[in-house]
């Protein structure tokens, strides 16, 4: 797909295409890593944490201290091994979020998004997944979640241009669940009261792979 001609760009981090939506699976080992090298990993908040049950104040400086925020965030990201990370999870409560996620045909999505908002879809339009999922503030339990096989999400990229995201599959599921995320919401809130308790006692029993903060 041809992008635009250069006098009509897109102004902001990367490329869209000629339906307004950002190219976010060019370059992605290279702009992964970039932002991954300038970071510091951080232990990931868990259930129980007060930033992951409230929602994040929007962004609203896009200047160096949050840059640095993204990078850490990445670097967080590729310590616990996950396909997303919002900045509640590392104890930072501002509307942004971060992933690395492949779709179901296989293509790799890399990007930033900040102050994001769900598009919300005509019925004709809803085909769920009810697909296993599971959350890095929620280590070693899963249980399975449907949610739409096809997202859209309006927000703004790490400089403060407007961007649309869209992803179909495992990376739909992805961008509903770190917008959730900023939000108050953990992907364990939207399950019965009986898988809740199963994934909280999945989590009790296993100790996680990564470094996390203890709730007091």
Same mark, same amino acid.
């Given at each position: 797909?041809? *992008?635009?001609?250069?006098? #009509?760009?897109?102004?902001?981090? !990367? ?15 290279? /702009?992964? =890593? ?33 840059? #640095? ?7 967080? *990201? ?23 996620? #492949? ?14 908002? !769900? ?20 280590? @070693? ?17 790490? #400089?403060?241009?407007?961007? %649309?995201? /869209?992803? @179909? ?5 992805? !961008? ?20 809740? =308790? ?10 996680? %792979? ?7």
């Amino acid at each position: 797909m041809a *992008q635009q001609d250069t006098d #009509q760009q897109h102004a902001g981090v !990367l490329p869209v295409d000629d339906e307004g939506y950002v190219v976010d699976t060019e370059d992605c080992e290279e /702009r992964e =890593k970039a932002w991954r090298e300038r970071g510091t990993s951080r232990p990931i908040t868990v259930v129980g944490n007060p930033v992951l049950h409230k929602e994040c104040e929007d962004v609203t400086e896009f200047g160096e201290e949050l840059q #640095q925020l993204v990078a850490d965030m990445f670097a967080s *990201q590729r310590t616990a091994e996950g396909v997303g990370l919002a900045a509640n999870q590392i104890g930072v409560g501002l509307k942004v979020f971060v992933y690395d996620c #492949q779709d179901d045909e296989g293509a790799r999505h890399v990007g930033v998004v900040c102050n994001p908002k !769900l598009v919300d879809l005509p019925a004709d339009r809803r085909r769920l997944d009810d697909s296993n999922e599971g959350c890095l503030s929620v280590p @070693t339990a899963y249980a399975p979640l449907a949610r739409p096989d096809y997202a859209e999400v309006t927000g703004q990229d790490e #400089q403060g241009n407007p961007i %649309r995201v /869209r992803g @179909t599959g495992y990376f739909a599921r992805c !961008l509903q669940h770190e917008t959730d995320h900023l939000y108050g919401y953990l992907y364990i809130d939207r399950l019965s009261k009986r898988d809740r =308790k199963d994934a909280l006692r999945q989590m009790a029993e296993n100790e996680p %792979r990564y470094p996390v903060v203890a709730n007091d």
